[in-house]
């Protein structure tokens, strides 16, 4: 059990990084938009999806208790309130980029931008609510002993995000070599998933629950599961999984950069199915590794702040952005691609470093730690 936590802390620690680099080259003004840095960024693609799957990991395959899941869930809403007014008030007094109204700090409350701010990075809180918030059902399906159930979820699930948008694109690549719109035809498709917008999350944090449970019980999990993973249970065979599947994620950007103009990012890159696979390796291949002591502490350490780091880290990007003002920065203007992103992904460290560290400190003091207590 041990060794499944300090896994799922690892991560966490590499999802967290992978978000604060993705959001650094949107939100910084010096950043490579050729090859190399999409080279990194299009490896920040697993980081949103990672985390719901060590959410289910961790959570799944425990017993549930109703109303303390309950108590939890109404605490993590008030905490995220709580951030949102804490954002809100640095954005209009600090920031200052663009004029808000009363309305649109009500919009954001409810799980809307906040004006042109960037605010989107709450968007995975709302998620993750919207997840403890059905939770109890999911984790009946889950502890059903007819399979039925939890293999009908799965299929109907990845069938509408991964299968439906890998598809897509697919028909995509096809219409641009025959010069026809191919992938209109699967549009009305998405009218029949109940599930919404955020149904690859709920996805995504249910196999990560298969795994945590098969990490736990081993061959006492389910036999289809089981089976699956002892198909790739070698370090070799994990390794040559992650790279094929960085190698498609990357060549999808560079098919979508030359026809739609896609920079840095990939369309739809959570729910494709390279990220999808990519994400349940790392996951699988942490889990089931081996740590030295120093390791385990260093990944227990940042792992218990990764919620700090996350709800930090825009006001740290924007502070940098506006310390990159300042002439000592200028020279970054000239670098090559090759030399930027290098110094691009050193000042996402620093940036990533003193999140933590305020996180850490906030922590100790009376009252504010409740704020990072998740």
């Given at each position: 059990?041990?060794?499944?936590?300090?896994?799922?802390?690892a991560?966490?620690?590499?999802?967290?990084?992978?978000?604060v680099?993705?959001?650094?080259s949107f939100?910084?003004?010096?950043?490579?938009?050729?090859?190399?840095?999409?080279?990194?960024?299009?490896?920040?693609?697993?980081?949103?999806?990672?985390?719901?799957a060590v959410?289910?990991a961790?959570?799944l395959?425990?017993?549930?208790?109703?109303?303390?899941?309950y108590?939890?869930t109404?605490?993590?809403?008030?905490?995220?309130?709580?951030?949102k007014i804490?954002?809100?008030?640095?954005f209009?007094?600090?920031d200052?980029?663009?004029p808000?109204?009363?309305?649109?700090?009500?919009?954001?409350?409810?799980?809307?931008?906040?004006g042109?701010?960037s605010?989107?990075?709450?968007?995975?809180?709302?998620?993750?609510?919207?997840?403890?918030?059905?939770?109890?059902?999911?984790k009946l399906?889950?502890d059903?002993?007819?399979?039925?159930?939890?293999?009908t979820?799965?299929?109907?699930l990845f069938?509408f995000?991964?299968?439906?948008?890998?598809?897509?694109?697919?028909?995509?690549?096809?219409?641009?070599?025959?010069?026809?719109?191919?992938?209109s035809?699967?549009?009305?498709?998405g009218?029949?998933f109940?599930?919404?917008?955020?149904g690859?999350?709920?996805?995504?944090?249910?196999?990560?629950?298969l795994?945590?449970?098969?990490?736990?019980?081993?061959?006492?999990g389910?036999?289809?599961?089981c089976?699956?993973?002892?198909?790739?249970?070698?370090?070799?065979?994990?390794?040559?999984g992650?790279v094929?599947?960085?190698?498609?994620?990357?060549?999808?950007?560079?098919?979508q950069h030359v026809?739609?103009?896609?920079?840095?990012?990939?369309?739809?890159?959570?729910?494709?199915?390279?990220?999808?696979?990519?994400?349940?390796?790392i996951?699988?291949?942490?889990?089931?590794?081996?740590?030295?002591?120093h390791?385990?502490?260093?990944?227990y350490?940042?792992g218990?702040?990764?919620?700090?780091?996350?709800m930090?880290?825009?006001?740290?990007?924007?502070?940098l952005?506006?310390?990159?003002?300042?002439s000592?920065?200028?020279?970054?203007g000239?670098?090559n691609?090759?030399?930027?992103?290098?110094?691009?992904?050193?000042?996402?460290?620093?940036?990533?470093v003193?999140?933590?560290g305020?996180s850490?400190?906030?922590?100790?003091?009376?009252?504010?730690?409740?704020?990072?207590?998740?």
């Amino acid at each position: 059990m041990k060794k499944r936590i300090v896994g799922c802390d690892a991560a966490k620690t590499i999802a967290m990084f992978f978000v604060v680099m993705l959001h650094y080259s949107f939100y910084t003004r010096y950043y490579s938009n050729g090859l190399a840095g999409t080279v990194v960024t299009v490896m920040c693609t697993v980081c949103v999806p990672l985390f719901f799957a060590v959410n289910g990991a961790l959570l799944l395959p425990r017993p549930l208790d109703v109303s303390k899941h309950y108590h939890k869930t109404l605490n993590i809403i008030i905490i995220v309130i709580a951030w949102k007014i804490i954002a809100s008030m640095f954005f209009v007094f600090v920031d200052r980029s663009h004029p808000v109204t009363f309305k649109d700090f009500l919009i954001f409350l409810l799980g809307g931008n906040f004006g042109e701010y960037s605010s989107g990075y709450f968007w995975f809180m709302n998620a993750l609510i919207s997840v403890y918030l059905i939770f109890p059902i999911v984790k009946l399906v889950f502890d059903a002993k007819n399979q039925v159930a939890i293999n009908t979820l799965l299929a109907v699930l990845f069938g509408f995000t991964v299968g439906k948008d890998t598809l897509i694109l697919l028909f995509q690549m096809l219409g641009t070599v025959a010069h026809h719109d191919f992938a209109s035809v699967l549009s009305p498709i998405g009218d029949y998933f109940v599930f919404g917008k955020y149904g690859y999350v709920l996805l995504y944090f249910l196999v990560g629950g298969l795994i945590g449970e098969y990490l736990v019980k081993r061959q006492e999990g389910r036999k289809w599961v089981c089976n699956l993973l002892a198909c790739v249970s070698s370090k070799g065979k994990i390794v040559a999984g992650i790279v094929i599947c960085y190698i498609a994620t990357l060549l999808i950007q560079r098919y979508q950069h030359v026809v739609n103009g896609t920079s840095l990012t990939v369309d739809n890159g959570y729910w494709l199915l390279p990220t999808f696979i990519a994400v349940l390796l790392i996951l699988f291949a942490l889990g089931k590794a081996s740590f030295s002591d120093h390791c385990a502490r260093f990944f227990y350490f940042t792992g218990a702040n990764t919620f700090g780091v996350y709800m930090l880290h825009m006001a740290g990007l924007i502070c940098l952005s506006k310390v990159q003002e300042l002439s000592v920065f200028q020279v970054m203007g000239t670098m090559n691609s090759v030399a930027l992103t290098i110094a691009n992904v050193g000042l996402c460290i620093c940036v990533y470093v003193v999140c933590l560290g305020i996180s850490v400190l906030l922590r100790k003091i009376p009252y504010l730690r409740v704020l990072f207590s998740l």
